[in-house]
T-cell receptor, first 113, second 112 residues
Framework: DQQVKQNSPSLSVQEGRISILNCDYT??????FLWYKKYPAEGPTFLIS?????DKNEDGRFTVFLNKSAKHLSLHIVPSQPGDSAVYFC????????????FGTGTRLTVIP | NAGVMQNPRHLVRRRGQEARLRCSPM?????VYWYRQLPEEGLKFMVY????????ESGMPKERFSAEFPKEGPSILRIQQVVRGDSAAYFC??????????FGPGTRLTVL
């Protein structure tokens, strides 16, 4: 049962444009959401997170938006750079529980120079 | 400040052998998590440990898999009598007081 879904396996964007990666979840107990970036043969690298008490969190070129009523979050990268090309994973946790993360299946972002 | 360390990075085993994967958390972190990534899939939670305690092992297969995080030394994920379906990348993460988990580089297990 996939509780966190990333329905777009891949995304291609021109350098300098905005990249929008989407994520949906089904478990209403999730209250903390994270985005990780992963290069081949490396572990996921933490990018940005958001608590359910917020609807937006920004860190430099990265912004995460949370729509709790729709159980949807998105990661915006602007402007996109070739070094952003990687697989991006959305993850969620219920902080009142054991804190383990539930991951989506990932979206491969390719930024074209 | 060293990050999460995992070794070995690559491990090859024949069916029926044992695999031992090690994870040293970031300095100051007392929470360790193990995840498995099968080809073309996302990471799947396996087990959450604190020093000398298993907190949540709901993602662990019921047989052949075990994990520990002793008072001294790294956390160890042990897979007995490996089968081809165990071939995957195994990632360890650690966290401190916050909710962010920091991942190691992973161990890629190949079962021949």
């Amino acid at each position: 049962d996939q509780q966190v879904k990333q329905n777009s396996p891949s995304l291609s964007v021109q350098e300098g444009r905005i990249s929008i990666l989407n994520c949906d979840y089904t478990n209403s107990m999730f209250d903390y959401f994270l985005w990780y970036k992963k290069y081949p043969a490396e572990g996921p690298t933490f990018l940005i997170s958001i608590s359910s008490i917020k609807d937006k969190n920004e860190d430099g070129r990265f912004t995460v938006f949370l729509n709790k009523s729709a159980k949807h979050l998105s990661l915006h990268i602007v402007p996109s750079q070739p070094g952003d090309s990687a697989v991006y994973f959305c993850a969620a946790s219920a902080t009142t529980g054991a804190n383990n993360l539930f991951f989506g299946t990932g979206t491969r972002l390719t930024v074209i120079p | 400040n060293a990050g999460v360390m995992q070794n070995p990075r690559h491990l090859v085993r024949r069916r029926g052998q044992e695999a031992r994967l090690r994870c040293s958390p970031m300095k100051g972190h007392s929470h360790v998590y193990w995840y498995r990534q099968l080809p073309e899939e996302g990471l799947k939670f396996m087990v959450y440990l604190q020093k000398e305690n298993i907190i949540d092992e709901s993602g662990m297969p019921k047989e052949r898999f075990s994990a520990e995080f002793p008072k001294e030394g790294p956390s160890i994920l042990r897979i007995q009598q490996v089968v081809r379906g165990d071939s995957a990348a195994y990632f360890c993460a650690s966290s401190g007081a916050g909710n962010e988990q920091f991942f190691g580089p992973g161990t890629r297990l190949t079962v021949l």
